[in-house]
T-cell receptor, first 112, second 113 residues
């Protein structure tokens, strides 16, 4: 099973709030879980990534939480800012392969 | 700027036609990937090349083909185009063939009329 399921499809958060996007996967062979951020007219860009040997990784206002037993991982954006308004994709890859399987994306709008 | 260059940025063509999309990876990157992005399917992996050789294949139609040349640039050829092929086509590159950061270009938007 190659799918990565992402929710919600869209999200509106007030400035200063916490944005939470969730992803779930079935394939236990996945061992690399990145999040990509995409602004309109641009290609996706790596935001933050985690491997299953840790349960959490934080970079600035962005945190990945990873639950290996539940096969779920999530992105938390603290103190969300209007500049964070973008589409966010979770992804996964496995073994020695670098090809990423992407979720369908979450369109985040942070209102001023 | 990711360092990945894609041309053309926009392309409008008719059903049944053939187009070629071009990608120049970041300097030093040996892997090139092609992804198709549509509103309902998200980012779908098409194919990967590593140092000129096909490395992995995804949901690429038989009407589509790709190659990576000795100078590491890549081309994606789409033939017998259908309305449903209208999408954004992204190229990405990475240094290695194993898991790591992919650097995406800005995409080529294909419209089939």
């Amino acid at each position: 099973q190659q799918q990565v399921k992402q929710s919600p499809q869209s999200l509106i958060v007030q400035k200063g709030g916490i944005s939470i996007i969730n992803c779930a996967y079935e394939n236990t062979a996945f061992d690399y879980f990145p999040w990509y951020q995409q602004f309109p007219g641009k290609g996706p860009a790596l935001l933050i990534a985690i491997r299953p040997d840790v349960s959490e990784k934080k970079e600035g206002r962005f945190t990945i939480s990873f639950n290996k037993s539940a096969k779920q991982f999530s992105l938390h954006i603290m103190d969300s800012q209007p500049g964070d308004s973008a589409t966010y994709f979770c992804a996964a890859s496995m073994g020695g392969y670098s090809t990423l399987t992407f979720g369908k994306g979450t369109m985040l709008l942070v209102s001023p | 700027d990711s360092g990945v260059t894609q041309t053309p940025k926009h392309l409008i063509t008719a059903t049944g036609q053939r187009v070629t999309l071009r990608c120049s990876p970041r300097s030093g990157d040996l892997s090139v990937y092609w992804y198709q992005q549509s509103l309902d399917q998200g980012l779908q992996f098409l194919i990967q090349y590593y140092n000129g050789e096909e490395r992995a294949k995804g949901n690429i139609l038989e009407r589509f083909s790709a190659q990576q040349f000795p100078d590491l640039h890549s081309e994606l050829n789409l033939s017998s185009l259908e309305l449903g092929d209208s999408a954004l086509y992204f190229c990405a590159s990475s240094v290695q063939a194993t898991a790591g950061e992919l650097f995406f270009g800005e995409g080529s938007r294909l419209t089939v009329l």
